[in-house]
């Protein structure tokens, strides 16, 4: 029997993504599997029913829940959708397992095989599966965007018959793919950037971009790709440093996350007031409670004159390419564990065991696990 | 007497640029004339009142009119504000002859000595002056982070471990200074960009900005440096080639416009009914009809998934480098008319004899002229 392979129209508000896009569809169609769309999954990523081929369509979510051996998600699945699941059904997705825990207690009591994308180990054979890194790379190309349509200067230099116009200075906090991608496009529209890292090890890859790296005597390094918390005292000495490059810039994007935790608070009030009016700040952190003490998330806060960007949902803001990269990040996850049309996980597969969140009435993720159960 | 020179704080609605940026003001200062500011001019173009030095600052515009023998504006003055203006007062700024009669009335009927930004001469030794250029290529700029903004895509190629997205086509409209400012932009941020203009000269100019230039096999050179208005055989041609390239297009930005006149029409419905959802275009020419059938100036139109955005006011957008580039397009212009401190203008001088709109109560420019006494 081919397994029967399901995508809804994401209900999450403001959710513009789709999980399968055209391209992603058909593979799976040929690699014999059935594909089965909630009508209009794609339309708010600019993909009309009209873009599949070789997929079948369901008029409700119920429907495709029903029949769906595996269920391809953007956001969470709602306690209502879960409900809806078939018994043994196996979903994928971003499944924010230290902020949704009735959703996990839920998968984990409907016995639900779940991965979340979040949890895909972040190791060389996976990267193409890693898509917390595909949205971060549009997060950090978006929030670039934003601060230029905000800044009431060129982000370029310009040479006139009136003379030139000096470029703008951008500094870039946090030096992960959204930070990397952040440099790279304020780079490309012309901006001075500057750009600073906790964790020492990236001076080089902001280097070869193009940027400054802000040396403040303050390393980092943390497990697993992310950075660890700092002291006191390196909080002191770090701020002290990057305030001064604060004040000096016009644009600054903070991108400074740390996984489970609420983001780092890196730009106090008072840094915030030496800005020169009409600066910028973009903070991709916000929906884990912002790098800038000022954030609100989804709002614009303007302070004494310095407009602070609480940006949420940026990939959705580019969901045609976001749910392009996410689909192929499925994909590439999935394909290992389809065999000839047939649903077939290795656990053995270390990318499957750590990525997975529930599975046969357990929470198998440690530290979600912990946080639910103690 | 030193002359006094006298800058408003821009009372039109959505003005956030100011006449006289502090770089000007100071030069005009060392010139020997006395600069007079309404306080808090700048403030919105980011230039606090404590940027200037070496002026004078006055509570109110009228404390500024009665004492100024030149007046510096960016957009017209108000008809209130032309009757407070001293006799024999000289008035300078963007005036809009050709829309605003009311007002050049007054300033004929009030012997105002009145020049229109607009009217400097297109000549070489002109180009510092040349306050259009400089403001349109500021909207050039402005209307491509629009576009890249509304757009649900990448502009630049990516290349990820989950493959590659492909670059954003944007189809720029009229090969002027903000076609070309909007070509270069596009391209800074890795687009593949085309570009059109009926006059055929400026195919060098796309080109040599990296953008592949589209042939239509019709040609339209005007006087002074404007397209002239096309037959409808010349239209008809032009559009079927032009309505395939934007079919094409992600984003088209559309700059075309003839003075004193409304743009011309080049985007029908049917064209942008073509279009894929989820493009866009960014309709510099809205303020004189748009180019595009479905525009609403100061409006985004979504038709059939396609967004059609009615810019107005870009280059106030950017108000900080549009004052500074306007300002210096001002005092290029002023220069030399100020003479150790005092007022002389030399009427023998073309860009004055040319940008001289009313004068000794007479309105100078014929155009101008023939349409408000026939």
Redesign the interface.
């Known amino acids: 029997m081919p397994v029967i392979i399901g995508a809804l129209r994401e209900s999450a508000p403001r959710e513009?993504r789709v999980s399968l896009v055209p391209e992603v569809a058909e593979k799976l169609a040929q690699s014999g599997a059935r594909v089965l769309l909630e009508r209009g999954a794609g339309a708010s990523?600019?993909f009309?029913d009209a873009a599949y081929r070789g997929v079948e369509w369901a008029d409700s979510a119920a429907a495709v829940l029903e029949q769906s051996q595996v269920v391809l998600a953007v956001q969470p699945l709602s306690l209502e959708h879960i409900q809806a699941l078939k018994p043994g059904a196996v979903v994928v997705g971003f499944l924010q397992p230290y902020a949704r825990r009735e959703e996990v207690k839920a998968l984990k009591e409907r016995r639900i095989t779940s991965f979340a994308m979040e949890l895909v180990p972040r190791i060389s054979r996976a990267?193409?599966?890693?898509a917390l890194?595909?949205q971060a790379?549009?997060a950090g190309?978006k929030a670039v965007?934003?601060a230029?349509?905000h800044?009431?200067?060129?982000l370029?230099m310009?040479t006139?018959?009136?003379?030139t116009?000096r470029p703008a200075q951008v500094l870039v906090i946090g030096a992960g793919v959204a930070g990397l991608q952040a440099i790279a496009?304020a780079r490309?529209?012309?901006a001075v950037v500057e750009a600073y890292d906790v964790r020492g090890a990236t001076r080089e890859q902001v280097k070869s971009l193009g940027a400054k790296f802000v040396e403040t005597g303050v390393s980092a390094e943390g497990a697993g790709g992310y950075a660890r918390e700092l002291t006191e005292e390196e909080k002191r000495k770090q701020q002290e440093v990057l305030d001064s490059r604060i004040a000096a810039a016009d644009a600054v994007v903070t991108t400074a996350s740390v996984p489970g935790r609420p983001a780092p608070k890196i730009i106090p009030r008072a840094a915030v007031e030496r800005m020169?009016?009409?600066s910028v700040i973009v903070d991709i952190a916000a929906e884990q409670g912002g790098n800038c003490e000022l954030t609100r998330a989804g709002e614009v806060v303007t302070h004494q004159?310095v407009k602070v960007v609480g940006a949420v949902g940026l990939a959705g803001?580019?969901?045609?390419?976001a749910s392009?990269?996410y689909a192929?990040?499925l994909l590439?996850f999935l394909k290992p564990a389809i065999q000839k049309g047939e649903l077939a996980i290795d656990w053995s597969d270390e990318v499957f065991a750590q990525a997975c969140l529930t599975h046969a009435g357990e929470i198998k993720h440690e530290p979600t696990r912990k946080a639910i159960e103690g």
Chains 1, 2 share one sequence.
């Open positions: 513009t990523a600019q009309p990267q193409s599966m890693d890194s595909s790379a549009i190309y965007l934003i230029a349509n800044l009431p200067k060129f370029p310009l006139t018959a009136a003379g116009i496009t490309r529209l012309g020169r009016p009409g004159g803001e580019l969901a045609y390419n392009e990269m192929r990040n590439n």
